[in-house]
């Protein structure tokens, strides 16, 4: 993509960081609703094919570094019902 590409070009020329999350997920408490990855401003979440403890499909983690990666915005921590999900900054 040629955005990204530029964005990519201009974090190579500059000190800037993109601050990164590790993803941590109950995955017994998620009832599958999808809220975190329609969230998610990253698009790093997705519906996986598991089934839980409970029948529901939870999120996973697709990343594709450098630029498509957990930012620890903490969107997906705040909007989840069911507090299944938490991130925290993951240290460079
Ligand atoms: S912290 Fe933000 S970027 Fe990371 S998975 Fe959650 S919503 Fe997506
Ligand atoms: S918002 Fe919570 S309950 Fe809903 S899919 Fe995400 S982790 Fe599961």
Redesign the pocket.
């Known amino acids: 993509m040629a955005t990204e590409s530029r964005i990519e070009k201009l974090l190579k020329e500059s000190d800037a960081t993109i601050p990164r999350?590790t993803?941590y997920l109950v995955e017994d408490r998620c009832k599958g609703c999808g809220l975190?990855v329609e969230?998610?401003?990253?698009g790093?979440?997705v519906i996986s094919d598991r089934f839980n403890k409970k029948g529901y499909h939870p999120p996973e983690?697709v990343e594709e570094p450098p630029l498509k990666v957990?930012?620890?915005?903490?969107?997906?921590?705040r909007i989840c019902p069911e507090f299944a999900?938490f991130?925290k900054k993951k240290e460079e």
């Open positions: 999350g993803v975190c969230f998610c401003p990253k790093v979440l983690l957990c930012i620890n915005c903490g969107f997906c921590e999900i991130v």
